[in-house]
Nanobody, 118 residues
Framework: QVQLVASGGGLVQPGGSLILSCAAS????????MGWYRQTPGKQRELVAS???????NYADSVKGRFTISRDNAQNTVYLQMNSLKPEDTAVYYC????????????WGQGTQVTVSL
């Protein structure tokens, strides 16, 4: 059994910063990609950023220049540095470890709330 545990969410003022982290535990598995998604009530979960094992990175247009994703392959951990946060970044953030880049199959973390507000 593989578990992904996300942490680092919270309440921050507009313009502030947060760092999310997500660590995998349990059965040994190699993730071909790790990433962060977010979801707000009534909307579909959307990709925020992803990084492959080889280091290829993809960002949503809305976060380019403000968020930075990184990963530690040895520790199966992924991080999301979020700067210049905006109220529209408010969401539940989920990490995902992808096993198959072809099918998207993988494991999800439990989600962590990020609230950007005065």
């Amino acid at each position: 059994q593989v578990q992904l545990v996300a942490s680092g969410g919270g309440l921050v003022q507009p313009g502030g910063s947060l760092i999310l982290s997500c660590a995998a535990s349990g059965s040994i598995v190699s993730f071909n990609a790790m990433g962060w998604y977010r979801q707000t009530p009534g909307k579909q979960r959307e990709l925020v950023a992803s990084i492959t094992r080889s280091g290829s990175i993809n960002y949503a247009d809305s976060v380019k220049g403000r968020f930075t994703i990184s990963r530690d392959n040895a520790q199966n951990t992924v991080y999301l540095q979020m700067n210049s946060l905006k109220p529209e970044d408010t969401a539940v953030y989920y990490c995902k470890g992808t096993i198959s880049l072809f099918t998207g199959a993988g494991y999800w973390g439990q989600g962590t709330q990020v609230t950007v507000s005065l």
